[in-house]
T-cell receptor, first 115, second 113 residues
Framework: KQEVTQIPAALSVPEGENLVLNCSFT??????LQWFRQDPGKGLTSLLLIQSSQREQTSGRLNASLDKSSGRSTLYIAASQPGDSATYLC??????????????FGKGTKLSVIP | DAGVTQSPTHLIKTRGQHVTLRCSPISGHKSVSWYQQVLGQGPQFIFQYYEKEERGRGNFPDRFSARQFPNYSSELNVNALLLGDSALYLC????WGEGDTQYFGPGTRLTVL
């Protein structure tokens, strides 16, 4: 059974700092990996999607890397801003035992950027 | 273009009741997935539908059921509600449903008393 772990559970940084969020997964047979952002009580916004054949994806100040063989991904946020404060969720897409593709999420990292 | 929409926004029910949640996907998307997110946890996969057929089912009891309509909108039904069913229910749509980016709606907050 696929399990996704995110460390740390919470992180507080001063504005302007660069930071790294970590994600690990137990089964390397994944189709892709996505990073999402969730604001309190809201739905999820997709930030980056990395296919299993890719090593990294970049969007603006965000960079996500994937090391499938070791079951790890990192999300790098450059020059953090107070508006980046949210919960960041990592999810892997893989075949379930029933033969369908399923997204498995971690519990998230709650980020607070202090002005 | 409108994103994924869900209704209602909030819902309060009592134990044993039945609830129906609704989702309209992004125009052109043919796949809809449902997730349950309990406070402090990541979303848990419940169902996926593509072209009105069930493509996948998570580890949820038979009290949970869903369907997709010809216009690709979807309903999630939960019978015999339990306190533990209190959660944010998220709907996501994608074009193919397998491997492409999923776009999430704002969710329906269900409280069971």
């Amino acid at each position: 059974k696929q399990e996704v772990t995110q460390i740390p559970a919470a992180l507080s940084v001063p504005e302007g700092e660069n930071l790294v969020l970590n994600c690990s997964f137990t089964d390397s047979a994944i189709y892709n990996l996505q990073w999402f952002r969730q604001d309190p009580g809201k739905g999820l916004t997709s930030l980056l999607l990395i296919q299993s054949s890719q090593r990294e994806q970049t969007s603006g100040r965000l960079n996500a890397s994937l090391d499938k063989s070791s079951g790890r991904s990192t999300l790098y946020i450059a020059a953090s801003q107070p508006g980046d404060s949210a919960t960041y969720l990592c999810a892997v897409l893989a075949l379930s035992g029933a033969g369908s593709y399923q997204l498995t999420f971690g519990k998230g990292t709650k980020l607070s950027v202090i002005p | 273009d409108a994103g994924v929409t869900q209704s209602p926004t909030h819902l309060i029910k009592t134990r044993g009741q039945h609830v129906t949640l609704r989702c309209s996907p992004i125009s052109g998307h043919k796949s809809v997935s449902w997730y349950q997110q309990v406070l402090g946890q990541g979303p848990q996969f419940i169902f996926q539908y593509y072209e009105k057929e069930e493509r996948g089912r998570g580890n949820f009891p038979d009290r949970f059921s869903a369907r997709q309509f010809p216009n690709y909108s979807s309903e999630l039904n939960v019978n015999a509600l339990l306190l533990g069913d209190s959660a944010l229910y998220l709907c996501a749509s994608s074009f193919w449903g397998e491997g492409d980016t999923q776009y999430f709606g704002p969710g329906t907050r269900l409280t069971v008393l």
